[in-house]
């Protein structure tokens, strides 16, 4: 059985997603406030966490960004009545899986929930087998270990948050590929509509400029009107 945390301050909704959640055949645990949730969070395992935002104590944003400090994994989902695409790209942008706005409805939040849980099963069987065969991606003097899930370049090596060794590893799975904004936000943020928001390419000037900080050579490039790609600057 999938365990999952909700933390959400409004007992009426609590009620309505636990006991729909349950009829499901999911584990319920529920945190009414940031700080209870965060211990929770820290303290057991969960298969999935769905935070709101605006939390007594600690609110969900930063509730989030503890959680990824020590976990990176767990799929976490904003469940919040802050719909704005500012909103939506901050819920993101600080380690959030996915977004959904109140009002909701059900259904919608199940699709979620296991298309996240899908996604997290699917990373883990790719951990696994990198594991196994300790995959190395290589492209010039850019290294990807996806086993440590750590990134080298010039034998530097280079911290990135979980976000963005995400988006970097989509790069190089399709290297010389040019890549819209659709194909990255699908792929690395599970979202499939249009946000309407820069947050592609505020986290790949993230990128460049951890990855194309220190080296002459610029390998994550702009196509106008098409997107970005990873390729060898041309001479």
């Not at 999938?2 to 959400?8: A, G, P």
């Not at 997603?17 to 211990?39: N, P």
């Not at 790719?126 to 990134?151: H, P, Q």
């Amino acid at each position: 059985m999938k365990k999952i945390l909700l933390v959400e301050d409004e007992a009426h909704v609590v009620s309505f997603i636990k006991k729909g959640l349950s009829e499901e055949g999911f584990e319920v645990s529920v945190a009414f406030d940031g700080k209870t949730g965060l211990q929770l969070a820290l303290e057991n395992t969960f298969d999935i966490i769905i935070l709101d935002i605006m939390l007594p104590d600690v609110n969900g944003l930063d509730v989030c960004k503890a959680i990824r400090r020590e976990n990176q994994e767990v799929p976490i989902l904003f469940l919040t009545a802050l719909g704005t695409s500012e909103n939506i790209v901050l819920g993101l942008e600080n380690g959030a899986d996915d977004y959904l706005v109140k009002p909701f409805k059900f259904i919608e939040l199940v699709a979620r929930i296991k298309t996240l849980l899908r996604r997290s099963k699917g990373s883990s069987k790719e951990s696994e087998t990198a594991g196994r065969e300790k995959y190395t991606f290589t492209f010039g003097d850019l290294v990807i270990d996806d086993y440590t899930k750590t990134v080298h370049r010039a034998g530097e090596e280079i911290s990135l948050t979980s976000t963005e060794y995400k988006l970097l590893f989509f790069f190089m799975k399709n290297k010389n590929k040019v890549l819209s904004r659709q194909n990255i936000l699908e792929a690395v943020w599970g979202v499939d509509y249009d946000l309407g928001t820069n947050v592609v390419d505020v986290y790949v000037n993230y990128l460049r400029k951890k990855i194309d900080g220190k080296s002459e050579g610029k390998i994550i490039q702009t196509v106008i009107g098409m997107g970005y790609v990873l390729r060898e600057t041309e001479p």
